[in-house]
C-alpha cells in the first residue's frame, strides 16, 4: 500500500527558508509523478510543484518559481520542496501526492504539513 508521509513544517519569518520533506513508500515509483499542493484557510487547495521521478524534469506553479525547488532522491524513495523566501501568503498545509505518468488523478495523498510564515 502507497503511504506517503510529509515533515519539515512549522513557522518561519517572511524572508527565511523551510525544507519540507515526502517519504513514499509501497512500491516503485519510476513511472509516476510526484507533487506538491498546498490549501490555505478558506481556499482551494492549489498546485506547487511537480517532478517526473525517473527523468527528474520539474513543473511550478507561476508564484513560486524561482523561489522554490522541488527534488528527489531516489535511495531515500524521498521527495523535497525546498522553500526560500517565503511569504506570509505561502502560510498553509502543504500536501505530497503521486500519480502515475499518463494519468491526471492523484491517487495517493499524504496527511499534510503545516507551513506558517510570520510577517
Known amino acids: 500500500q502507497v503511504q506517503l508521509v510529509e515533515s519539515g513544517g512549522g513557522l518561519v519569518q517572511a524572508g527565511g527558508s523551510l525544507r519540507l520533506s515526502c517519504a513514499a513508500s509501497?512500491?516503485?515509483?519510476?513511472?509516476?509523478?510526484m507533487a506538491w499542493f498546498r490549501q490555505a484557510p478558506g481556499k482551494d487547495r492549489e498546485f506547487v510543484a511537480a517532478?517526473?521521478?525517473?527523468?527528474?524534469?520539474?513543473y511550478y506553479a507561476d508564484f513560486v518559481k524561482g523561489r522554490f525547488t522541488i527534488s528527489r532522491d531516489n535511495a531515500r524513495n524521498t521527495v523535497y520542496l525546498q522553500m526560500n523566501v517565503v511569504k506570509p501568503e505561502d502560510t498553509a498545509v502543504y500536501y505530497c501526492?503521486?500519480?502515475?505518468?499518463?494519468?491526471?488523478?492523484?491517487?495517493?495523498w499524504g496527511q499534510g504539513t503545516q507551513v506558517t510564515v510570520s510577517s
Open positions: 517532478i517526473r521521478w525517473s527523468e527528474s524534469i520539474t
Open positions: 501526492a503521486v500519480r502515475a505518468s499518463g494519468t491526471t488523478t492523484f491517487d495517493y
Open positions: 509501497g512500491r516503485s515509483f519510476n513511472r509516476h509523478i
